[in-house]
């Protein structure tokens, strides 16, 4: 049960060892110019390996928790799947349903744990292999593994390292089945918001640590930007640079003085174009003194 990107490498590696009686995802959403159904990562590869795919709207519903039983699966594998599971879907498999999440439980419970942790200037963050029960991620762990976050990750690299962790990690859980799980601490508990685009736009008069982190944790989706003229640009890359100034003054190069210290930008997108190297970008696009 999954749907996006992040959970196609599970997909594949439960399928190299076991039988997948079904594949949950979310229906096809209207994507690209024409605005036709497309169908999602989880959707478009299960097809390819030709497994009989489910896309519900919903759980709710008496007829959906009776299909799902049906299947009379030993167990389910949740990761990033976006819909809720109800009690009667938790409990229909024989060894219940387990969820991978990107985090160190409990720490970042919720929906952009990826996200969160490189903008709150997290060392580090992981995989944990979960117990699913009714409340938002408080299940009890059964398996979980730590990764250091680098100075310069962005999202989008995090994303990919944990995307392929947790692929490993559930696949050692289900060969050791049953496992002891150990309740999560009462304490450290925190809350991976969803990311909204108003969060977006870089504030200049923030500390240069905390700019640096919101442009690597917001790349590439919904990617942090800044107005330069009339134009939106998204910048996508960065580090800590020596240099002072006010707030927005750009020092040299894409080199920006912060509320302190200073941010280089390393890679951007200007609108309608696609990502490039910040010297590149700065061929075609000249800076204000001060943005």
């Given at each position: 049960?999954?749907?996006?990107?992040?959970?196609?490498?599970?997909?594949?590696?439960?399928?190299?060892?076991?039988?997948?009686?079904?594949?949950?995802?979310?229906?096809?959403r209207?994507?690209?110019?024409?605005?036709?159904?497309?169908?999602s990562?989880?959707?478009?590869?299960?097809?390819?390996?030709?497994?009989?795919?489910?896309?519900?709207?919903?759980?709710?519903?008496?007829?959906?928790?009776?299909?799902?039983?049906?299947?009379?699966?030993?167990?389910?594998?949740?990761?990033?799947?976006g819909?809720?599971?109800?009690?009667?879907?938790?409990?229909a498999?024989?060894?219940?349903?387990?969820?991978?999440?990107?985090?160190?439980?409990?720490?970042?419970?919720?929906?952009?744990?990826i996200?969160?942790?490189?903008?709150?200037?997290?060392?580090?963050?992981?995989?944990?292999?979960?117990?699913?029960?009714?409340?938002?991620?408080?299940?009890?762990?059964?398996?979980?593994?730590?990764?250091?976050?680098?100075?310069?990750?962005?999202?989008?690299?995090?994303?990919?390292?944990?995307?392929?962790?947790?692929?490993r990690?559930?696949?050692?859980?289900?060969d050791?089945?049953?496992?002891?799980?150990?309740?999560?601490?009462?304490?450290?508990?925190?809350?991976?918001?969803?990311?909204d685009?108003?969060?977006?736009?870089?504030?200049?008069?923030?500390?240069?640590?905390?700019?640096?982190?919101l442009?690597?944790?917001?790349s590439?989706?919904?990617?942090?930007?800044?107005?330069?003229?009339?134009?939106?640009?998204?910048?996508?890359?960065?580090?800590?640079?020596?240099g002072?100034?006010?707030?927005?003054?750009?020092?040299?190069?894409?080199?920006?003085?912060?509320?302190?210290?200073?941010?280089?930008i390393?890679?951007?997108?200007?609108?309608?174009?696609?990502?490039?190297?910040?010297?590149?970008?700065?061929?075609?696009?000249?800076?204000?003194e001060?943005?």
């Amino acid at each position: 049960m999954g749907t996006p990107e992040f959970s196609v490498p599970v997909l594949e590696a439960l399928h190299r060892k076991h039988e997948i009686m079904a594949v949950y995802c979310q229906p096809p959403r209207p994507a690209g110019r024409g605005k036709a159904d497309r169908p999602s990562p989880v959707q478009a590869r299960a097809e390819a390996l030709r497994l009989p795919v489910q896309h519900p709207v919903s759980l709710r519903s008496d007829a959906a928790a009776a299909e799902f039983a049906a299947l009379d699966a030993d167990v389910a594998v949740v990761v990033a799947y976006g819909l809720i599971l109800p009690q009667e879907v938790l409990d229909a498999p024989r060894l219940g349903c387990l969820n991978i999440h990107a985090s160190l439980l409990p720490r970042w419970r919720g929906a952009a744990p990826i996200h969160r942790a490189i903008m709150a200037g997290d060392r580090e963050t992981g995989v944990c292999i979960m117990q699913m029960e009714a409340g938002l991620d408080t299940g009890p762990v059964l398996l979980r593994e730590a990764v250091e976050i680098g100075a310069e990750e962005t999202t989008a690299g995090l994303h990919d390292r944990l995307s392929a962790l947790g692929a490993r990690l559930v696949v050692e859980a289900l060969d050791q089945l049953p496992l002891s799980a150990v309740p999560q601490a009462a304490e450290g508990v925190t809350y991976a918001a969803k990311i909204d685009k108003t969060e977006a736009r870089v504030d200049w008069s923030r500390p240069a640590v905390e700019v640096d982190r919101l442009i690597r944790g917001l790349s590439p989706f919904p990617g942090a930007w800044t107005q330069v003229g009339g134009e939106r640009v998204k910048l996508l890359r960065s580090r800590l640079a020596p240099g002072t100034g006010a707030p927005g003054q750009v020092l040299h190069g894409f080199t920006v003085a912060c509320g302190t210290g200073a941010v280089e930008i390393t890679e951007a997108q200007r609108e309608g174009k696609r990502p490039m190297p910040a010297a590149e970008v700065l061929r075609g696009l000249v800076l204000p003194e001060s943005l």
